[in-house]
């Protein structure tokens, strides 16, 4: 069983920085893509970032490239999301999912992630 928890969410001031974490487990990490994905209230959930599995390439979307970093560390079974420069407009509760297909090149595509985190709230205040 596919297993995804998110962590590291909080209350940050405008300005200031968090790192999420996703620790995976049931799948073999290594061999899939992984995303980063969000969603405000009232918002439908928004791609973020992209990793391929083997951490050679990355996508984001437009609103926080220069920002925000996602890496990886197959041999913890963990992605990470750094996140500087927050915005109040970052404010959302952020998920991690694994990528469809094995070997499967990245991307910001959401329909094309199978397993899912529960989510962690990263709220940032002006």
């Known amino acids: 069983q596919v297993q995804l928890v998110e962590s590291g969410g909080g209350l940050v001031q405008a300005g200031g920085s968090l790192r999420l974490s996703c620790a995976a487990s049931g799948r073999t990490f290594s061999v899939y893509a992984m995303g980063w994905f969000r969603q405000a209230p009232g918002k439908e959930r928004e791609s973020v970032a992209s990793?391929?599995?083997?951490?050679?390439?990355?996508y984001y979307v437009d609103s926080v490239k220069g920002r925000f970093t996602i890496s990886r560390d197959n041999a913890k079974n963990t992605v990470y999301l750094q996140m500087n420069s927050l915005k109040p407009e970052d404010t959302a509760v952020y998920y991690c999912?694994?990528?469809?297909?094995?070997?499967?090149?990245?991307?910001?595509?959401?329909?094309?992630?199978?397993?899912w985190g529960q989510g962690t709230q990263v709220t940032v205040s002006s």
């Open positions: 999912a694994t990528r469809r297909g094995q070997f499967a090149i990245a991307t910001l595509n959401r329909a094309e992630y199978d397993y």
């Open positions: 990793i391929s599995w083997s951490g050679g390439n990355t």
